[in-house]
């Protein structure tokens, strides 16, 4: 059979789309009040790719770092870099001086550009995206003619910010993206649509913003940015304001804004879904959402998987998948390994930047699951966070996630510490609601929900839980904390 | 930075997961009165694979010819043939046997398989899947290990019966069925997912089968497959028995199913959508499924389009789409030259088989085209069909859509007809639904609709519209029936 030239899989004939087919659809930064159509949003971001490459001399392969939140102006460079050639690098901007040095040094990033509200914290030699960068883009020529880039050709950059180690970096290209961006509009995946209005409220500095920056446009749907604040009034706000269909988030966000939005003072008749990750959700948190209307879906991914790779829907003949993770996304391909769940596919990594590959291409997620015959699975624990209780193992992320439903718990995290008789016992760290939680409380709250020997020894009260730059609960730091504890 | 391999898009992932994930789906052979779920059809599959290559020296490259409607043997082969590296070859049966010779020669096809029933009428040499064949098939061992496939191998090969011309040979690779498929489950698009039941009455030698046969496994969902009787009465029964949610086939096939659903002695409440291609639907007909609970989508494709590329779906801020084709799909690019419609993407043809590339990768579709700016658009007509009169375009097609609607026309066609003072005129050719439609009872119907000049200046009372073998209109035949004619 004759070989011909195989189409190739770039942002690039995306990036079209979006300034014809849905020119009119809107990208509102909420933020700083801005909204702009898809059509003047294009010629915009042509404009900064010839500010790129004039004015900064970026070329093809280059990294360009962001320090950013969810802004226009960071979402112009989501399309600008990669249509030029370049690696779009998205700093960290809850990252410690340090960390944001070696991971710069690291990367080797040609070009710092830093939202002008963040200058003072950026990173040195940064640029700031401030008045005299508008003036330059409003007076540069529209690029019409990008250079050629191959669908392999790296668009994305991210760190992850691991608990342990150093940072390390993920790389995404063209062609990952843009068979990610379709699965994002799948029916049983996210079901992304043109008649969508979608707020990631997740940072677009963390695991490719979810994906949304390339997913939206590509089905069509419209964007809003939040800018700074993700409090809960202020999530509540915009969901209303907006008219937002679609929303991502951590489930502290969902749990934080529940009680504004049930105050019933926002209209939020538009939004149809909440798609949520990060960490488990309880399942009375979904069941409030679902009472107000909105379909509350888990969903689950790191960095490296592109980064969507489940959501909770219902499967043919089990309606019921809220105390499960999900399915994994049609088109990858998916092992357990000793208990560790393995994927790969067309949007996964195949290996840490300057690091050898993954074997056979299998991404080692460090997650513990279980699967049900029909690919339902629940993730257990991250590998390292099992409670190993008397040669058993006890599910911390589990009991968080029923603990949160307690009523007088607002956040906790369970950790194991050291037993004498069992090695280890879990501990529930606890953010009471108000004045305190006993310990007999948590065990007869648990009591009917767990095996007997899975309820926690102890319970310790703080005013926070420590968390990563990404919102994860940091368990290191609360195993240090509690390295003075030892139980019988 | 460092360069990784990349995934391969073939179909082997694909069937894995149909085999677990979706393995307690259903294929149903309604003609065979026949189900078996998933994971027993995969298990069928290995072994005819096995019987491929041990028995028949089946290798990577060949091309595996089918003779066959639409039943359980046939989508095996569509599954086994592209897992063992050879090439689906879908004949059609309905055309000529010099076509067919020219066909087979062409495609040098190394094996032809031929349905029991349709041996009488297979190409010489073809082996029958007839007892002995089953008997070779369950006696076999299911290949566990297929050979390695790069994601450009072709997987497919169809030939378009044109109007004109000898058939030519369109090829499709693992990749672009794979990426076809996920597209089929996007919501805006056709919108699969794993709780659809899909009836293809569409043939599965014509054109891929309109991409069932791969999407409908992609995105979990199941199919009924419905045998050689695609009569109204047997498509009703086979809706009805089997809760068929999703049917595909063209616009005749419903005109004809629309009183017998109309009867109401059939329980439909399943079917949720119909997808329509082939030519386009009158609006009348698209309303009154719309009233029986069903939503009718006009979609368009070719077998160079591999083969879905539009469906008309609501577009942001237009939701009544139904005198428009469609919108071209996410994922593809689309530009019109000299009125025509030319397309590329990921699972578009790129050339014929056996002769150049298409110049740039740009399909010249022979459909005259007008576009919004939104990208909606609507077929005019093909390119030889418009008819030209006194230096201005007329479209045949919109005529035929809405003479369709004519309560006394069952069904019609127009052509152009010679005329000494305009060049061509159009007449109408009709298939009363009984008596006889008179040339003055169409133009007062077509009046309020059409420009006076569009007006045909004749009607021409036929049994049957002559059809090519996939359905369509054969305006060669008519044009030649009408030479005699001459218009002043």
Same mark, same amino acid.
């Given at each position: 059979m004759s070989s011909t030239s195989t189409y190739q899989l770039t942002l690039h004939p995306v990036f079209d789309r979006l300034a *014809?087919? @849905? $020119?009119? $659809?809107l990208v509102i930064d909420a933020g700083e009040e801005v909204r702009v159509t898809y059509a003047e949003f294009a010629e915009r971001v042509r404009r900064v790719c010839t500010v790129l490459v004039d004015d900064f001399g970026v070329r093809p392969g280059d990294r360009v770092a962001t320090w950013s939140w969810n802004s226009l102006r960071h979402l112009e460079l989501y399309w600008a870099v990669p249509l030029v050639g370049a690696v779009l690098h998205t700093l960290n901007i809850r990252l410690h001086d340090e960390q944001v040095r070696y991971i710069v040094d690291h990367a080797e990033d040609s070009l710092i550009l830093a939202h002008a509200d963040l200058a003072s914290s950026a990173p040195g030699g940064a640029v700031v995206l401030d008045e005299v960068w508008d003036k330059r883009v409003s007076g540069a020529e529209p690029m019409r003619d990008f250079p050629p880039v191959p669908e392999d050709a790296p668009a994305g950059l991210c760190y992850t910010s691991g608990t342990t180690g150093m940072p390390k970096g993920v790389v995404t290209t063209h062609r990952q993206q843009w068979i990610h961006a379709m699965s994002c509009g799948m029916v049983d995946h996210m079901g992304l649509s043109e008649h969508d209005r979608v707020l990631p409220i997740v940072p677009l500095f963390h695991a490719f913003g979810w994906g949304i920056p390339y997913a939206a446009p590509f089905t069509g749907a419209e964007i809003v940015l939040h800018g700074a604040d993700s409090s809960a009034e202020n999530v509540a706000r915009i969901l209303a304001d907006h008219r937002v269909t679609y929303a991502l988030a951590v489930p502290t966000i969902w749990k934080e804004t529940l009680p504004v939005l049930r105050r019933g003072d926002h209209d939020i008749s538009a939004l149809r879904n909440v798609f949520v990750g990060g960490s488990a959700s309880p399942r009375s948190l979904i069941e409030a959402y679902r009472e107000l209307g909105v379909n509350y879906m888990q969903g689950w991914g790191m960095t490296e998987t592109g980064p969507v790779a489940t959501v909770a829907r219902p499967r043919r003949g089990v309606?019921?998948?809220?105390d499960y993770t999900g399915t994994i996304h049609a088109g990858l391909e998916s092992r357990v390994v000793d208990g560790e769940l393995q994927v790969r596919g067309?949007?996964?990594?195949? $290996? @840490? @930047?300057?690091q050898e590959p993954f074997d056979g291409g299998w991404?080692? *997620?460090r997650d513990m699951v279980q699967f049900e015959p029909n690919g339902l699975f629940r993730i257990v624990d991250r590998a390292k966070d099992l409670v190993k209780s008397g040669g058993e193992w006890i599910s911390s992320v589990e009991l968080e996630g029923l603990l949160l439903a307690h009523p007088d718990v607002r956040d906790c995290a369970v950790v194991g510490v050291r037993s004498r008789k069992w090695d280890e016992r879990p501990v529930a760290v606890v953010v009471p609601e108000d004045g305190e939680v006993s310990i007999q409380s948590v065990r007869t709250f648990l009591g009917p929900k767990v095996a007997k020997w899975w309820l926690p020894d102890e319970v310790v009260t703080v005013a926070e839980i420590p968390k990563t730059s990404v919102g994860k609960i940091d368990k290191k730091v609360i195993r240090d904390q509690l390295s003075h504890l030892e139980l019988p």
């Amino acid at each position: 059979m004759s070989s011909t030239s195989t189409y190739q899989l770039t942002l690039h004939p995306v990036f079209d789309r979006l300034a *014809t087919v @849905y $020119g009119d $659809g809107l990208v509102i930064d909420a933020g700083e009040e801005v909204r702009v159509t898809y059509a003047e949003f294009a010629e915009r971001v042509r404009r900064v790719c010839t500010v790129l490459v004039d004015d900064f001399g970026v070329r093809p392969g280059d990294r360009v770092a962001t320090w950013s939140w969810n802004s226009l102006r960071h979402l112009e460079l989501y399309w600008a870099v990669p249509l030029v050639g370049a690696v779009l690098h998205t700093l960290n901007i809850r990252l410690h001086d340090e960390q944001v040095r070696y991971i710069v040094d690291h990367a080797e990033d040609s070009l710092i550009l830093a939202h002008a509200d963040l200058a003072s914290s950026a990173p040195g030699g940064a640029v700031v995206l401030d008045e005299v960068w508008d003036k330059r883009v409003s007076g540069a020529e529209p690029m019409r003619d990008f250079p050629p880039v191959p669908e392999d050709a790296p668009a994305g950059l991210c760190y992850t910010s691991g608990t342990t180690g150093m940072p390390k970096g993920v790389v995404t290209t063209h062609r990952q993206q843009w068979i990610h961006a379709m699965s994002c509009g799948m029916v049983d995946h996210m079901g992304l649509s043109e008649h969508d209005r979608v707020l990631p409220i997740v940072p677009l500095f963390h695991a490719f913003g979810w994906g949304i920056p390339y997913a939206a446009p590509f089905t069509g749907a419209e964007i809003v940015l939040h800018g700074a604040d993700s409090s809960a009034e202020n999530v509540a706000r915009i969901l209303a304001d907006h008219r937002v269909t679609y929303a991502l988030a951590v489930p502290t966000i969902w749990k934080e804004t529940l009680p504004v939005l049930r105050r019933g003072d926002h209209d939020i008749s538009a939004l149809r879904n909440v798609f949520v990750g990060g960490s488990a959700s309880p399942r009375s948190l979904i069941e409030a959402y679902r009472e107000l209307g909105v379909n509350y879906m888990q969903g689950w991914g790191m960095t490296e998987t592109g980064p969507v790779a489940t959501v909770a829907r219902p499967r043919r003949g089990v309606d019921d998948v809220l105390d499960y993770t999900g399915t994994i996304h049609a088109g990858l391909e998916s092992r357990v390994v000793d208990g560790e769940l393995q994927v790969r596919g067309p949007w996964i990594a195949t $290996g @840490y @930047y300057k690091q050898e590959p993954f074997d056979g291409g299998w991404l080692p *997620t460090r997650d513990m699951v279980q699967f049900e015959p029909n690919g339902l699975f629940r993730i257990v624990d991250r590998a390292k966070d099992l409670v190993k209780s008397g040669g058993e193992w006890i599910s911390s992320v589990e009991l968080e996630g029923l603990l949160l439903a307690h009523p007088d718990v607002r956040d906790c995290a369970v950790v194991g510490v050291r037993s004498r008789k069992w090695d280890e016992r879990p501990v529930a760290v606890v953010v009471p609601e108000d004045g305190e939680v006993s310990i007999q409380s948590v065990r007869t709250f648990l009591g009917p929900k767990v095996a007997k020997w899975w309820l926690p020894d102890e319970v310790v009260t703080v005013a926070e839980i420590p968390k990563t730059s990404v919102g994860k609960i940091d368990k290191k730091v609360i195993r240090d904390q509690l390295s003075h504890l030892e139980l019988p």
